[in-house]
């Protein structure tokens, strides 16, 4: 399984768009990896977690042929994981050569935001309702449960267990410490990678997002019930620059524990 992280930032990205914080000027002057876009993942180049507003320069930044995709799992409707309305430029207007239907997940809500911007009679979308703990099959080699995140009590926000050709991915951005339910569930299961949001850094909280503390909590308690499967990773990502830490300081945190730093454009094989 191949995970491709093409933006790893929390919602004003960071450098932040209107920000003159010490850190964001710093991120601005040293470049690379410390230049953080909005979060998602792809996933063998035909699963995307989230539709950011950074999509389109994903695609040109990395070359990735987003006609490809097909399939499209949406956790929340914030507009840092949900642009819909450049889904639309998926239409035979905008893009010439796409025959086969994107199929798009999520919960009412993220679906009520994607009908408004799509022309459902075309062929070219499908919408899937979803709903926590209850398994779908996407194809042959895939299957994914939703699960429920503490992040947004307005609507319900989905963390994602994804399994494909006998490897295991827990998908778990955006969230604080997750819910009993979503415990309750996990217990007795394995996994290869587990990707988590440290929006907060060193910052106190583990509530809508988690910090460096609950992470490292989280990794021993996934190793401890041996979620990890031998050679899985945790990986952090979602970082806000409010945390004040860089990249460099970020994997000073983390490296000692095994844990990974994402980046964006950060490659992974599982």
Same mark, same amino acid.
């Given at each position: 399984m191949k995970l491709h992280f093409l933006g790893t930032a929390a919602a004003e990205g960071w450098p932040g768009l209107f920000c003159r914080c010490e850190?964001?000027?710093?991120?601005?002057r040293l470049g690379g990896k410390n230049?953080?876009?909005r979060s998602s993942v792809l996933i063998d180049e035909t699963i995307k977690v989230d539709f950011p507003p950074d999509t389109y320069y994903h695609m040109l930044r990395d070359q990735i042929d987003m006609a490809a995709v097909e399939h499209l799992?949406?956790?929340?409707?914030h507009t840092d994981h949900l642009f819909a309305a450049d889904l639309?430029?998926?239409?035979?207007v905008c893009a010439k050569g796409v025959e086969h239907p994107l199929h798009i997940y999520g919960h009412d809500l993220a679906l009520h935001h994607c009908a408004r911007e799509l022309d459902l009679k075309s062929?070219?979308?499908? $919408?899937?309702?979803?709903?926590?703990?209850? #398994?779908?099959? +996407?194809?042959?080699?895939?299957?994914?449960?939703?699960? $429920?995140?503490d992040h947004?009590?307005?609507? #319900?926000?989905? +963390?994602?267990f994804i399994e494909r050709n006998g490897k295991a991915l827990l998908?778990?951005?955006?969230?604080g410490w997750f819910p009993d339910e979503t415990w309750a569930w996990l217990e007795g299961k394995s996994f290869d990678a587990a990707i988590l949001d440290c929006t907060k850094g060193p910052l106190p909280g583990r509530r809508n997002h988690m910090n460096i503390e609950a992470i490292l909590e989280m990794n021993e308690l996934f190793r401890q019930k041996q979620m990890l499967r031998d050679g899985g990773r945790l990986i952090a990502t979602h970082f806000s620059h409010n945390c004040g830490l860089l990249h460099e300081d970020l994997e000073k945190e983390f490296s000692p524990h095994g844990v990974l730093v994402a980046y964006d454009g950060m490659v992974h094989h599982v």
């Open positions: 850190f964001c000027q710093e991120a601005k230049i953080r876009t799992l949406i956790t929340h409707t639309e430029k998926r239409m035979p062929k070219l979308y499908e $919408l899937h309702l979803v709903q926590p703990f209850r #398994t779908l099959q +996407l194809d042959d080699r895939t299957q994914v449960t939703p699960l $429920l995140a947004d009590r307005k609507q #319900t926000c989905l +963390l994602y998908y778990g951005n955006d969230s």
